[in-house]
Nanobody, 124 residues
Framework: QVQLQESGPGLVKPSQTLSLTCTVSGGSITTIYSYWSWIRQPPGKGLEWMGAIAYSGSTYYSPSLKSRTSFSRDTSKNQFTLQLSSVTPEDTAVYYC????????????????WGQGTQVTVSS
């Protein structure tokens, strides 16, 4: 059974960089559904696709977040990491990692695997 687990700090101060890691376990199916995405949901708002990294290492970013977003992955550990710089309180959200055959969608049904999410609060 493939599982995704987000980890990282629950509280980040404004202007700092948020770093979250998604650990994938349970099998190599993630190499077939090769786009590993980050999606977030601010309080009271819908899902927002942030970007994705392919197994190859190619990255794809939402235009609205591209300037502040950086992805990386460690295939040996089945992990991929989000770094979001210069955070503000508007970055407060539940952050999800997800895996699917394509990227760019903010619809949950487009993803084959979906993490449980982790709450991140940006506050001083």
């Amino acid at each position: 059974q493939v599982q995704l687990q987000e980890s990282g700090p629950g509280l980040v101060k404004p202007s700092q960089t948020l770093s979250l890691t998604c650990t994938v376990s349970g099998g190599s199916i993630t190499t077939i559904y090769s786009y590993w995405s980050w999606i977030r949901q601010p309080p009271g708002k819908g899902l927002e696709w942030m970007g994705a990294i392919a197994y190859s290492g190619s990255t794809y970013y939402s235009p609205s977040l591209k300037s502040r977003t950086s992805f990386s992955r460690d295939t040996s550990k089945n992990q991929f990491t989000l770094q979001l710089s210069s955070v503000t309180p508007e970055d407060t959200a539940v952050y999800y990692c997800a895996i699917g055959p394509r990227y760019g969608s903010s619809l949950k049904k487009e993803y084959v695997y979906w993490g449980q999410g982790t709450q991140v609060t940006v506050s001083s």
